[in-house]
């Protein structure tokens, strides 16, 4: 899991094909490392049924691609709520969930912290994202991703808790265009999770967000992505 260089990053929010994403887990950590991550969350959009099977086999993928390799997959979950998108992300492979429960934030803090896992407020100042919700809910969460940032509210660097970017990427071209750096090398995912909850990281982006909508449009086109299985994972 080490590099040898002075820096590891994480980008902490991409999508595969298990939902609206264009690559397999596999071939995202061939492409991330290519670019030279150190790692990636894969938080695919939770489905609406059978969730606690398909996140069980999504999660095989995932630990697929993290065993075939030397880096890091954090295996994670993006919700949808009406008041914003949340990311819960797990320290291991296996976890035997019950989301079928879930039905408001409060829930899901609840599965996740079972789990040891984190909870991170999604592109905070997105319409998508919690927004100033983000106050009402600040016990519940880990982190605040912070990705696209924004001049008009910028309310994060005032709160007191950690504060992550991810490119919530759903094609090879715009992976890494957020990442979150981290102070200190991790050497397991745990550490990872832990060095993200005691605040040891910070974002840092490295292209408009603006881009990153723009270029994950051309998957429309794409033949894999038309006709791609629904029952793939
Ligand atoms: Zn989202
Ligand atoms: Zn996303």
Redesign the pocket.
Known sequence: MHDSSDFFVIDMHVHSFCSDGLHSPDALVKYAKRKGLNGIAIVDHAPKVDIDVIVKRRFKLYKHAFDMNDFVVLPGI?F?FPEG?LLAIFPDFDCDFSFGEVSCIGDLYGVVKDFDGLLIA??IYRR?GLRDKVLKYIDYLDALEVYPPSRRFNFAKELNIPRVAGS?SHTSLTLGFAVTVFRNQPTSIYDVLKLIKSGEVYPLFFKPYFLRRVLDCFRWFSPTYIFKRADVC
């Open positions: 993006e949808s998108h999604a592109h998508s919530d």
